[in-house]
């Protein structure tokens, strides 16, 4: 079954330090997301992305944070000077657009960020 | 505000018992409920979901859940666990006409053989 790939598992970054964090969503879905999850918080909503553009963001989601498709395969999650309460596992996910918005997203395994 | 609420946060169980944990969801409009599990070093995984129709719906794995509208509720069961449901299980909602998911704080489940 294809799966929606992240890269690294494990970023540690120093604050003050831009971060990217990659991820391959499944081939063939078209919406793309990211969400973050700070230790023992619930998963959050960050950005939603289609047709190569934002469709929605969260609160969260302010100038410090930009999404990225550089190429077919890649969506990426860069995060600008970074702060200690950028600490958390960030996930990716993607969806297929059959039926519009409504289909399930897939996620990734996460990418742990570490803000020294 | 739309807030989902899993107000079990650790559940620890015998194998063969049953299993039911509870979701809850403000938002009055049309919704879409789902369950995903993620078990210990993997990613989330989807469970089951609920979009219109018969409220009962049944996922992979055994799981089950029914969704009672007047309550806002879309609580997840298993007549019988077994030591591989040990996991953290996260209920999510989508207002409809919306992308993004708005997530339980999860439940972790610990099935004890």
């Known amino acids: 079954e294809p799966e929606v790939t992240q890269t690294p598992s494990h970023q540690v970054t120093q604050m003050g330090q831009e971060v990217i964090l990659r991820c391959v969503p499944i081939s063939n879905h078209l919406y793309f997301y990211w969400y973050r999850q700070i230790l023992g918080q619930k998963v959050e909503f960050l950005v939603s992305f289609y047709n190569n553009e934002i469709s929605e963001k969260s609160e969260i989601f302010d100038d410090q944070f930009s999404v990225e498709r550089p190429d077919g395969s890649n969506f990426t999650l860069k995060i600008r000077s970074t702060k200690l309460e950028d600490s958390a596992m960030y996930f990716c996910a993607s969806s297929y657009p059959v039926g519009g918005k409504g289909q399930p997203q897939h996620f990734g395994d996460g990418t742990r960020l570490s803000i020294l | 505000a739309q807030s989902v609420s899993q107000h079990n946060h650790h559940v620890i169980l015998s194998e063969a018992a049953s299993l039911e944990l509870g979701c809850n969801y403000s938002?009055?409009?049309?919704?879409?409920l789902f369950w995903y599990v993620q078990y210990p070093g993997q990613h989330l995984q989807l469970l089951l979901k609920y979009f219109s129709g018969d409220p009962l719906v049944k996922g992979i794995k055994g799981f089950e859940a029914e969704f009672i509208k007047s309550k806002f509720s879309f609580n997840l069961r298993k007549p019988s666990v077994q030591w591989s449901d040990t996991a953290e299980y996260f209920c999510a909602v989508r207002m409809t006409g919306a992308n993004n998911l708005f997530f339980g704080t999860g439940t972790r489940l610990t099935v004890i053989p």
């Open positions: 938002y009055g409009g049309t919704v879409n």
